[in-house]
C-alpha cells in the first residue's frame, strides 16, 4: 500500500483555469504538507495542517487554497493558474507537528504544467 | 534560508564509500540533524537522523561533531541506485511555527 498518495500524477492546462490535487496519507498521521519543487528544483514548504488545523502557511499567493477535510487527506486548489505555478507539487506527512522533528513521508509528487 | 551548508555536488565510484559534509554552525542544542534524499523524479525520502551521538541504520551511517556544528552523512558502499540529491536539514523557525527548510543539497553522481 502506498503510504502517501497523490493524485494526479501529471497536469498539464492552461493559464487561467482552476484545478486540484488530492493527498491522502493512510499512515495514520496527524500532520500533513504541501511542498512546490520548481525547475531551479528548491523544495519549498506551502502549508502544513495537524489535525486539520492551519499550522504552517508560507507567503503564498492567496490563489492557492489549501482544504483538510480529514486527517488522512490535504487538497490544494488553485485558481487562475500562471505560468509561473508550473512546478512539482509534494504532499508529505509526519506524525506530528515539525517541532517535534519527526521524519516527514512524501508522495511521488504531482507535475504541474501551465501553458 | 537553510540553517545548512553542503556542497553542491560528488562523485563516487561505485562500491566505495561516500561521504557527505554539512555545516550548521548556528544549531541549537535541541535541533536534530536530518538527511534526506531525492531521487530522480521521485519525492525526498527520509536516510537518517541524529541529535548528538552517531548513528547507524540500513541505509546509512551519520557522524556529528563533538560542537554539533557540522555532520557527515556515511554511506558504506555507493551503489548506482544512490544517485541522488542528498539534503540536509535543521528545524527553521520559532517555537510554534517550526518548518524544515530544503537547501540546495549535494548532487551525488555515482560511476560505475
Known amino acids: 500500500d502506498t503510504a502517501v498518495s497523490q493524485t494526479p500524477k501529471y497536469l498539464v492546462t492552461q493559464m487561467g483555469n482552476d484545478k486540484s490535487i488530492k493527498c491522502e496519507q493512510n499512515l495514520g498521521h496527524d500532520t500533513m504538507y504541501w511542498y512546490k519543487q520548481d525547475s531551479k528544483k528548491f523544495l519549498k514548504i506551502m502549508f502544513s495542517?495537524?489535525?486539520?488545523?492551519?499550522?504552517i502557511n508560507e507567503t503564498v499567493p492567496n490563489r492557492f487554497s489549501p482544504k483538510s477535510p480529514d486527517k488522512a487527506h490535504l487538497n490544494l486548489h488553485i485558481n487562475s493558474l500562471e505560468l509561473g505555478d508550473s512546478a512539482v507539487y509534494f504532499c508529505a506527512s509526519s506524525p506530528s507537528p515539525p517541532w517535534a522533528q519527526e521524519t516527514q513521508y512524501f508522495g511521488p509528487g504531482t507535475r504541474l504544467l501551465v501553458l | 534560508d537553510a540553517k545548512t551548508t553542503q556542497p553542491n555536488s560528488m562523485e563516487s565510484n561505485e562500491e566505495e564509500p561516500v561521504h557527505l559534509p554539512c555545516n550548521h554552525s548556528t544549531i541549537s542544542g535541541t535541533d536534530y540533524i536530518h538527511w534526506y534524499r531525492q531521487l530522480p523524479s521521485q519525492g525526498p525520502e527520509y536516510v537518517i537522523h541524529g541529535l548528538t551521538s552517531n548513528v547507524n541504520n540500513r541505509m546509512a551511517s551519520l557522524a556529528i561533531a563533538e560542537d554539533r556544528k557540522s555532520s557527515t552523512l556515511i554511506l558504506h558502499r555507493a551503489t548506482l541506485r544512490d544517485a541522488a540529491v542528498y539534503y540536509c536539514i535543521l528545524r527553521d523557525g520559532e517555537a510554534g511555527t517550526y518548518k524544515y527548510i530544503f537547501g540546495t543539497g549535494t548532487r551525488l553522481k555515482v560511476l560505475a
Open positions: 495542517y495537524n489535525n486539520k488545523e492551519l499550522i
